[in-house]
């Protein structure tokens, strides 16, 4: 069975410029996380969605960054206007509904660079 | 607020040594502590989890080990092979219906051969 699916994994752009990351999460799961790691900070949750909600979204960072779960199958992280402090590596990962394993299951990350 | 402190942030161990690694919460309503492990260029991966009503889980190779006055818990990883380089990181959730994983900042461990 494939895992989670994240696109691209490699995203280099310029400040100022719009960058829109993929998460396929695993099929059935319904819950599914943003992730953002850095050195300095580690691994961050951004948000979290229950079966296609967001359900916190206290972590994201300001107003220019956004995300959305149209359907169980697909979600988007978006940065706009993108700035070199959002460099990180950023992790989607997804879970099946319970929180007597809270196994997450993370995608192999999208590594964005902002020059 | 760094609610999960872990320690320390890289570590050198000779093969067949043993691995400790450590964290310290502060909130009381943790109640799911799991260590997820991550190699380079892959996302982390669920390794092994406790819960506080018991003081100590093994896995093969792998001990986790609690102490719920303390606020701490650990990672022990036995006969340390080199295979087992990679970063290790500690995080904890709390009851109720919060589903929100927190995570230590990582060590890295290099089992030298």
């Known amino acids: 069975d494939a895992g989670v699916i994240q696109s691209p994994r490699h995203e280099v752009t310029e400040m100022g410029q719009e960058v829109t990351l993929r998460c396929k999460p695993i099929?059935?799961?319904?819950?599914l996380f943003w992730y953002r790691q850095t050195m300095m900070r580690g691994l961050e949750l951004l948000i979290y969605f229950n079966n296609n909600v967001p359900i916190d979204d206290s972590g994201m960072p300001e107003d220019r960054f956004s995300a959305k779960m149209p359907n169980a199958s697909f979600s988007t992280l978006k940065i706009q206007p993108s700035e070199p402090r959002d460099s990180a590596v950023y992790f989607c990962a997804s879970s099946l509904g319970t929180r007597n394993t809270g196994e997450l299951f993370f995608g192999e990350g999208s590594r964005l660079t902002v020059l | 607020q760094q609610q999960v402190k872990q320690s320390p942030q890289s570590l050198i161990v000779q093969k067949g040594g043993i691995s400790i690694i450590n964290c310290a919460y502060e909130n009381t309503a943790f109640d799911y502590f799991p260590w997820y492990q991550q190699f380079p260029g892959k996302g982390p991966a669920l390794l092994i989890a406790?819960?506080?009503?018991?003081s100590e889980k093994k896995e093969g190779r792998f001990t986790i080990s609690f102490n719920k006055s303390a606020k701490q818990f650990s990672l022990h990883i036995m006969d340390s092979q080199p295979g087992d380089s990679a970063t290790y990181f500690c995080?904890?959730?709390?009851?109720?219906?919060?589903?929100?994983?927190?995570f230590g900042k990582g060590t890295l461990l290099t089992v030298n051969p």
């Open positions: 995080a904890a959730m709390s009851g109720g219906s919060n589903y929100k994983l927190t």
């Open positions: 099929s059935g799961h319904d819950y």
């Open positions: 406790i819960r506080p009503d018991v």
